[in-house]
């Protein structure tokens, strides 16, 4: 497919699993995005890969989240211990350059933690 | 199709100068927010609007929601450089999803 896919599409867990949501970008996009939904809320952000340089993690909750980028390309969000608050729609973007192009969306992880 | 809508997809202005940014559903509105994105930079929340004729300001930056009209306005006075980037509404047209407009890339002059 030519946009932003990401897997799965919906995620329940219990309390204090781990889990790992996947984001495949738009092929050719050095830009990758990470950000979360809470109920009511807008978006924040999490993280930002740009090329091969280190990520941008200033937007992680906690050190119960990290993400990986192999190859530039498909990146990986894992979420240790989850708790409760961490329920969220997970939502991953891509751009084609660092400079200012439109981001474009994945269709989310609807992640629920029981 | 495109469930949202921003016009002007491009606004050059001269700084000092106002502007508008206009974000219209084609379906209705649970809520509407408004993001900039700069440099090399994530999204970065500006505010969200839930009721019809709500209006939120910060700093210089304004917007409305019409309820009526499904259409979301956000203006911003006499800009600054510091203002440039993308701007992006986003809204709750479906419960708990996010829907994204196209986006307008705003550029200012000194």
């Known amino acids: 497919g030519a946009g932003v896919s990401q897997s799965p599409s919906n995620k329940v867990t219990e309390k204090g699993k781990d889990v790992e949501l996947r984001c495949d970008p738009i092929s050719g996009h050095t830009a990758l995005y990470w950000y979360r939904q809470s109920l009511g809320q807008g978006l924040e952000f999490l993280i930002y890969f740009q090329g091969n340089s280190a990520p941008d993690k200033s937007g992680l909750p906690s050190d119960r989240f990290s993400a990986e980028r192999t190859g530039g390309s498909v990146s990986t969000l894992t979420i240790q211990r989850t708790q409760q608050e961490d329920s969220a729609v997970y939502l991953c973007a891509s751009s084609l350059s660092p400079t200012l192009d439109t981001q474009y969306f994945g269709p989310g992880t609807r992640l629920t933690v029981l | 199709s495109q469930e949202l809508e921003q016009s002007p997809q491009s606004l050059i202005v001269q700084e000092g100068k106002n502007l508008t940014i206009n974000c219209t559903s084609?379906?209705?509105?649970?809520?509407?927010?408004?993001?900039?994105q700069k440099y090399g930079e994530g999204l970065?929340?500006?505010?969200?609007?839930?009721?019809?004729?709500?209006?939120?300001?910060?700093?210089?930056?304004?917007?409305?929601?019409?309820?009526?009209?499904?259409?979301?306005?956000?203006?911003?006075?006499?800009?600054?450089?510091?203002?440039?980037?993308?701007y992006l509404c986003g809204a709750d047209i479906r419960a708990n999803n996010l829907f994204f407009g196209t986006g307008t890339r705003l550029t200012v002059i000194p």
């Open chain 2, 26 to 36: 084609s379906k209705t509105l649970y809520g509407l927010y408004w993001y900039k």
């Open chain 2, 44 to 86: 970065i929340f500006l505010m969200m609007l839930q009721k019809g004729g709500e209006e939120k300001s910060h700093e210089k930056i304004t917007a409305k929601l019409d309820e009526k009209k499904q259409q979301s306005s956000l203006h911003i006075t006499a800009s600054q450089p510091s203002h440039a980037g993308i």
